[in-house]
């Protein structure tokens, strides 16, 4: 199925990387996929658009939308390709009731304060450098604790330069940067993150396509002394 072929090529990062062959062969899935869900029908190039909306169903809530290929003028006025993500405003909604819903509910919010809360660079096990030595001795050996956490997810340390960024844009009053043991469920979950108007969550996140709700953004895994902590924030967390 090419849309199982996009979304295991698009996540498959490394083999892309280590084989010029796949690479070429996911740009090409990219473009039959544009053509097959009438991108460059029902965009055509129209330059009076600059937001678009995707409300996809089932396991098309997986598939990279911004990456898929739409016609586009360049800075010379020629016409030729371009990612749907860089071309577009892309917003993207789990259902037409539930952005309706949203909506609705703007129209009624209070004005939120211009503030940011950021949350990057989690603790996701106890093998990470951050995590206090002595609390992984008094656990045992490495052997033991090294997959103390649930799941078995790389660091992303370069999360730490789009905070960093922020923090260069963004003056200290209107900002507030959680990292590592600090960007955690309780936090992010806490009224006052919900009071900014933007959050950020750099972090990885799972889909569960058999149960959507099911679905979560990971935070740190552990405390400071090296327990296990929850990190999950799962849809229904935060859908009201």
């Not at 996540?11 to 009438?38: I, Y």
């Not at 923090?167 to 507030?176: G, I, K, N, S, Y």
Request: proline share 5%.
């Amino acid at each position: 199925m090419l849309f199982r072929s996009v979304i295991n090529s698009f996540e498959d990062v490394q083999a892309r990387k280590a084989d010029p062959r796949a690479n070429v062969g996911f740009t090409a899935a990219l473009k039959e996929l544009s053509h097959v869900l009438g991108l460059g029908l029902t965009l055509g190039g129209d330059e009076k658009y600059s937001r678009v909306l995707v409300i996809p169903d089932g396991i098309l809530h997986r598939v990279p939308f911004a990456a898929l290929p739409v016609r586009a003028k360049s800075v010379d006025n020629a016409w030729g390709s371009m990612p749907l993500g860089i071309r577009y405003e892309l917003v993207q909604a789990p259902s037409a009731s539930v952005f309706k819903i949203l909506r609705e509910r703007r129209r009624g919010a209070v004005q939120l304060a211009t503030h940011v809360t950021v949350f990057a660079d989690p603790v996701f096990d106890s093998m990470d450098s951050r995590v206090e030595k002595t609390a992984l001795e008094s656990k045992g050996s490495d052997k033991n604790v090294k997959n103390a956490g649930p799941f078995a997810l790389p660091r992303l340390p370069f999360s730490q330069f789009e905070a960093e960024t922020i923090e260069r844009l963004v003056p200290a009053a209107q900002r507030t940067i959680r990292r590592g043991f600090e960007a955690t469920r309780a936090s992010f979950l806490d009224e006052r993150t919900w009071r900014s108007s933007l959050v950020l969550a750099s972090t990885h996140a799972f889909t569960d396509d058999v149960q959507p709700e099911l679905s979560s953004v990971v935070f740190s895994m552990m405390s400071r002394h090296g327990s296990a902590v929850d990190g999950l924030v799962r849809l229904y967390d935060v859908y009201d």
